[in-house]
């Protein structure tokens, strides 16, 4: 495993890492999560990792798994529902105020990142780059409880297995959603922005169901 110094983790929570670990896809849904090999990587004692894997699963990130001990936690049916119904509402809001409070600077960064976006087709990297750009509206909101909200709730997205991008027609389909969003931004209009980013909120949605469809009809054969 990969080991990191005591001088990079004294200064930052245990947690922080653990969190920062599943949102970059390196302890996916599944992973076992023993305080021996975690304070290994971490470069840490055993105790501040219990603390953090304690704390992980009153979170709902980590769940008891089949054998002893704790492992990130898959997501239900329900809980995709209601990750997203919460999603819906947090991103159309952030992306209003994105549109009442984004600086000229900030609305000529979007359109970049937008175009720059259209000679991609790597699922991969279409991935991690619409993080990126939604990481970039939700700062353009100017809205530090918003920041923080969506934040929290990003982790939890990491939960999710895969990229919507491999679905038939998505990477155009999200495209075209982005720069509708960017534009509604850069237009500074608030309405038209918040119903853009819904809409690409619940299409994403939509294909998170059926992937957990198709994935469920695989183990069932």
């Known amino acids: 495993m990969k080991h990191m110094s005591e001088s990079s983790t004294v200064r930052r929570n245990p947690l922080d890492h653990l969190m920062d670990l599943i949102e970059a896809g390196d302890l ?5 999560l023993t305080e021996t090999d975690l304070a290994q990587r971490l470069g840490i004692s055993r105790t501040p990792v219990r603390e953090a894997l304690h704390r992980l699963h009153a979170m709902g ?3 008891h798994g089949p054998q002893r001990g704790l492992i990130i936690a898959h997501l239900s049916y329900d809980q995709l529902r209601q990750l997203f119904a919460v999603r819906e509402g947090l991103e ?18 979007l359109r970049e990142m937008v175009t720059a ?5 790597d699922p991969g990297r279409l991935r991690e780059r619409n993080k ?23 982790v939890h997205l990491s939960l999710l297995p895969g990229s919507t991008y491999t679905s038939a027609g998505r990477v155009a389909e999200a495209q075209a959603e ?21 809409h690409h ?3 994403g949605f939509r294909i998170r169901l059926k992937m957990m469809s198709e994935q469920e009809a695989t183990h069932l054969k």
């Open 61 to 63: 990130l980590a769940e």
């Open 28 to 32: 996916p849904p599944g992973s076992r």
């Open 117 to 121: 976006d259209r000679a991609l087709d």
């Open 178 to 198: 982005h720069e509708e969003i960017v534009e509604a931004i850069a237009a500074g209009d608030g309405d038209r922005a918040e119903k853009a980013a819904r």
């Open 132 to 154: 990126i750009l939604h990481r970039q509206i939700v700062q353009a909101s100017h809205n530090k409880f918003m920041i923080e909200a969506l934040g929290n709730l990003r």
């Open 92 to 109: 159309g809001m952030a992306t209003r105020l994105a549109a009442e409070h984004a600086s000229r600077a900030e609305a000529s960064l």
């Open 201 to 203: 909120i619940a299409s």
